[in-house]
């Protein structure tokens, strides 16, 4: 069965880094599509800038066109907060315990793992691919979580096709110097289009007055 890569995160906006690290993975990973994932209510940060479906609507239109990438909007379908336990559970009832899982994820996201809702069994559930600068390492893994991703580091996407979930995958990346910190504040100070923002998203901010 195709590899599927899920790509969870705020994108408060999107901007092209994360477009970078999708196609990417979707490269690396052999994978048949990467489906971006908004949190409608992120518990482990402040509340966004830009609302869910706003959020949403600007990731639509940065991947209008692109091959492979998708928008999945389970977690704004969801009342609560958007645990990312619930998201993987809600795929695996619907595309089965057999098919190829990924989830994509920043470094420095996955560092802070062992503090999110039953994460051992986020684990089991899918692969995870781990997206972080070229010759960069994981340093700083809680003791409990660099006990659980031993033994499941794998260095051939094929493994990620052979099985569900479970493995550990590290995608290296040229360096991006987009942030959405970076984007916010550009915005706030009044660039109408910052270095790094799609055009179609710039103009969605413009619109709806955001980020000022």
């Known amino acids: 069965m195709a590899l599927h890569l899920l790509y969870g995160g705020t994108f408060d906006p999107v901007h092209e880094g994360h477009l970078a690290v999708a196609r990417a993975a979707l490269i690396a990973c052999v994978a048949d599509r990467v489906d971006f994932v908004p949190a409608a209510?992120?518990?482990?940060?402040?509340?966004?800038?830009?609302?869910?479906q706003q959020r949403a609507e600007m990731l639509q239109l940065a991947i209008r066109g692109a091959h492979g990438l998708g928008l999945d909007l389970c977690e704004l379908r969801r009342a609560g907060p958007s645990f990312t336990i619930d998201t993987l559970r809600a795929w695996r009832a619907m595309h089965g315990d057999d098919a190829p899982l990924g989830f994509l994820i920043g470094a420095d996201a996955f560092l802070g793992l062992a503090t999110w809702?039953?994460?051992?069994?986020?684990?089991?559930?899918?692969?995870?691919?781990?997206?972080?600068?070229?010759?960069?390492?994981?340093?700083?893994?809680?003791?409990?979580?660099?006990?659980?991703?031993?033994?499941?580091?794998?260095?051939?996407?094929?493994?990620?096709h052979?099985?569900?979930g479970g493995c550990l995958f590290h995608l290296a990346l040229p360096p991006q110097p987009e942030s959405a910190t970076a984007m916010r504040t550009a915005l706030a100070l009044g660039q109408a289009h910052p270095a790094g923002l799609p055009l179609a998203v710039a103009q969605y901010i413009a619109a709806n007055g955001l980020y000022r």
Do not use: M, Y
């Open 41 to 52: 209510d992120p518990p482990h940060r402040k509340a966004p800038g830009a609302s869910a």
């Open 117 to 160: 809702r039953e994460w051992p069994a986020l684990l089991q559930l899918a692969h995870w691919v781990v997206a972080h600068r070229p010759g960069s390492a994981l340093e700083g893994l809680s003791e409990p979580l660099a006990a659980a991703c031993r033994n499941r580091e794998v260095a051939q996407p094929s493994a990620l």
């Open 162 to 164: 052979a099985a569900p």
